[in-house]
């Protein structure tokens, strides 16, 4: 029997993906599905919500369970094939508000927040300690079972898992099954989309299209260069960021333009306001979205509640092909986030990279890739540095180690002092609270 355990559970839409996904596939119909959460109330929701989608769309096949809090968490590991991992550890609120709203005070502005710059570093180290005990349980209860993780910071959280305990660890990431498609249409180049032959390799949302071509073989580069610098001189529109990242760097990048505004020391800059408007940077754009979605997801529930219909397709999430590979031995490709085991020559070793991973019936397989252009692995580089130094200041509990994560974060370091950005994590580990009490 497969067990799929989903932690986090509570994300509602998510968990209503990843495991409708399943409840649409064959292979996964007859499994018995372990839902894991801490908030009661939300729980609840997932496991009504869930068990009607089971009853509409897979004719009651799978077994659907719930535990909730930290005295049930083994029991829903307990045999797991599959791990899912969605957690947010301080929600919205307060956390992603903190995330905010402290290092503004400091003059440091911030997009999305969620993978890398200051409030990265800060989801980083709240959710680590969290993982590590999910390993510890793993480690006991299901010691062979896969961890999916879908949680940001990805390259943090993954790279974490992987190199400090024993569990199987992939990192699973939107951006590279969408990347060229969503080029590709904006720059009207829809009849280059079938047949199409790609490599992406980097890291998490700053993954590389290195290569592109159509169904002949010819190189669609030429063409997407000229006409993504053509558009990004002629009109304002969502992903300037990224174009210009093809102006000055040549390639195309995997995450969207409001991520990568911030992965660096360019465009959100206290010297230079105009950039902001220039390059239509939405700042405070993942707290936007969190009330929205809280909004909408209400509206949502009470729909589903009412009435108890609720239908499911099978998605492109990475989650439930990546099991069925695994079950049936049938081969599947992803993009996926792994240790750098020699695939890509010019990043660490102990970096967690996104490269093609084949699976199959043995497991997950990365494949190599060999070296970036010298400018991509640059990039790439120094949001590493960051990465690796919060997981360092994550295994240490060292406050001193965090600071210097912080300091050698590209966007914090071009802006602030090394005085203010001591001061602004002194200011963020006090305003967390219990969500950082490790840290001396």
Known sequence: MIKITFMGAGSTVFARNVLGDCMCTPALRDSVIALYD??????????IILSAMNKNVNEGRAKIEKYCGVENRKDALRGATFVVNAIQVGLYDPCTIIDF???KKYGLRQTIADTLGIGGIMRGLRTIPVLKDFADDMEE????????????????LSGYMQRYTKIKTIGLCHSVQSCSKDLLNRLGMEDKLEGRKELIAGINHMGWLLEIED???????????????????REKHSDMVRFEYIRNFGYYCTESSEHNAEYNCFYIKDKYPELIDRYNIPLDEYPRRCVNQIAGWKAEKERILDNGQITHERSGEYASYI??????????KI?????????????????CVEVPCLIDGKGIHPCHVGKLPVQLAAMNQTNINAQLLTINAAVTKKREDIYMAAMLEPHTAAELSIDDIKAMVDELIEAHGEYMKDYK
């Open 38 to 47: 801490i908030d009661e109330e939300r729980l609840e929701d997932s496991y």
């Open 101 to 103: 709203e402290v290092p």
């Open 141 to 156: 209860v299901c010691p062979d079972a896969w961890f999916l993780n879908y949680t940001n910071p990805m390259a943090i």
């Open 215 to 233: 169904k002949d073989g010819n190189d669609l580069y030429p063409e997407i260069r000229k006409r993504a610098i053509e558009m990004n001189d």
């Open 323 to 332: 099991m069925e590979s695994i079950v049936t031995g049938n081969p599947y």
């Open 335 to 351: 993009g996926g986030n792994v240790l750098n085991t020699g695939l890509i020559d010019n990043l660490p070793a102990d970096a």
